[in-house]
């Protein structure tokens, strides 16, 4: 009876998700994260997190949801779709597809709380937390542990129907489920991603040195831009999706139908000059609820300089 009910809830769960608007949803049994242990040690002693410290904190948590959420017996991870329907004036400086719209954070975590309220509602009393890129969860390692993609040689979650252009979240929850299993790597010889990188961030196959990665420069970091790195950031002043872009796995990318990601209108029409005379009640307006927010408006205009210079 309770594998019957195992069945049956994890078949709830993925209809729920889907109508709520996730592209795919799978399943992981918490537990210790094995194989990503080493590697993550490696990056960090590395210090390929560059000024990234908050990964060196919460080793464990990062490795073992039972850490994080106590009580807990199932990842629930799910993909949602960013790719967009219109895309920047070509003349421009660019922003990643992924901050087009409202901020992912708010967008996914609403729909969380809509599926683990519906858990709760059609299955019982189940404990769980929702995660958006906000706490110490190996994201993509669960995602592939849930047989939504493989991690490609750009590091990024690839799925042969969807290709990479997706956020991944996931729900932890204290209900055992039926467990997808990890799907094969076709990546295969394809080295696209790591050729066609601008600041070489991509040091081998499978490897990405976050200190040199034009997302890491123009959100993360906090100072000056290394002018060792001129002319090498490729019009990208907030995020960068070379390496998406030229993933053969992305022409299989079809535009979401979510209408929070729709863009300001002005950030599909600016050019170089409106960017370089952008004012901050400018910014604010366009940028009124996007995670471009995060590198502030001072942030995107020493990116902007640093193109420009």
Not at 78 to 96: A, D, G, R, V, W
Request: aromatic share 12%; charged share 30%; with cysteine.
């Amino acid at each position: 009876m309770a594998i019957e009910n195992k069945a049956k809830n994890t078949n709830l769960i993925k209809e729920e998700a889907k109508r709520l608007g996730f592209m795919s949803c799978g399943m992981s049994k918490a537990e210790f994260l094995e194989e990503e242990a080493p590697r993550l040690e490696e990056w960090l002693n590395k210090n390929r997190n560059g000024q990234m410290y908050y990964m060196e904190n919460h080793f464990d948590k990062r490795l073992d949801p039972t850490k994080l959420v106590e009580g807990s017996k199932s990842v629930i991870s799910l993909l949602l779709n960013y790719y967009p329907n219109e895309f920047q004036n070509p003349e421009s400086y660019k922003i990643s597809k992924y901050a087009y719209g409202k901020d992912y954070h708010f967008v996914i975590k609403d729909k969380l709380k809509s599926l683990l309220q519906f858990i709760q509602n059609e299955i019982g009393e189940v404990e769980g937390r929702a995660f958006v890129d906000s706490a110490p969860v190996l994201d993509k390692a669960w995602a592939a542990k849930s047989g939504l993609g493989w991690i490609g040689k750009n590091s990024n979650l690839l799925s042969k129907k969807a290709g990479s252009f997706f956020f991944i979240a996931e729900l932890i929850v204290d209900l055992e489920l039926e467990y997808d299993t990890p799907v094969t790597d076709h990546c295969g010889t394809c080295t696209a991603c790591i050729d066609a990188c601008p600041t070489n961030a991509i040091v081998e196959p499978y490897k990405v040195d976050g200190s040199k990665c034009i997302s890491y420069f123009t959100i993360e970091l906090k100072d000056e831009l290394p002018n060792s790195f001129k002319n090498t950031f490729d019009d990208w002043m907030f995020g960068c999706d070379v390496c998406q872009d030229v993933c053969p796995w992305n022409r299989f990318s079809k535009s979401h139908s979510e209408p929070l990601f729709d863009p300001h209108p002005d950030l599909l029409k600016f050019d170089k000059k409106d960017w370089q005379e952008i004012t901050k009640e400018t910014f604010n307006e366009i940028f009124r609820k996007s995670a471009v927010k995060r590198t502030k408006f001072e942030g995107l205009k020493r990116n902007i300089n640093f193109l420009d210079s």
